[in-house]
């Protein structure tokens, strides 16, 4: 069963969430979203309410947690722009944002390897830390 937050949450994300509501469903801040529109990065423009309020969609919310993940592996800005533009632009660019994705991944999981060789020696040294404090 849901939470009566969770359940609060998403009628209020069908209704339209305002920025605050939108921060706290895709955990960035409310500066990031105001960023986020005037980079490009939207696919739409937000909607407002007659008081001139933003009034994030389900399909706003669920893209900004996409472009918040592709932020958190590290994609520059200038790219997660890029990619906005080809998703705008429809099915045509298929196969251009898949390469962009594919070209990204290789990024990422290069940088994933460099971290798992990172924790696996601080990981050694910890063991031979271990070893000197139990002696």
């Not at 305002?18 to 990031?32: L, N």
């Not at 399909?59 to 080809?86: C, H, K, N």
């Not at 940088?111 to 271990?130: C, F, G, P, R, V």
Request: glycine share 6%; aromatic share 8%.
């Amino acid at each position: 069963m849901r939470s009566k937050f969770y359940r609060g949450l998403m009628t209020l994300i069908h209704d339209g969430a305002s920025i605050a509501e939108a921060a706290a469903a895709t955990g960035v801040s409310t500066h990031t979203l105001r960023y986020y529109e005037r980079a490009g990065l939207m696919l739409t423009p937000v909607d407002r309410a007659s008081s001139s309020h933003r009034r994030y969609s389900d399909a706003d919310i669920g893209w900004v947690q996409f472009l918040t993940r592709l932020r958190w592996t590290g994609m520059p800005i200038a790219v997660m722009r890029r990619y906005t533009e080809l998703v705008r632009e429809g099915e045509a660019t298929v196969a251009q944002r898949r390469e962009l994705l594919v070209t990204h991944r290789a990024a990422v999981r290069a940088q994933l390897a460099e971290i798992t060789a990172s924790l696996t020696a601080i990981d050694h040294k910890i063991d031979l830390y271990d070893k000197k404090v139990s002696a």
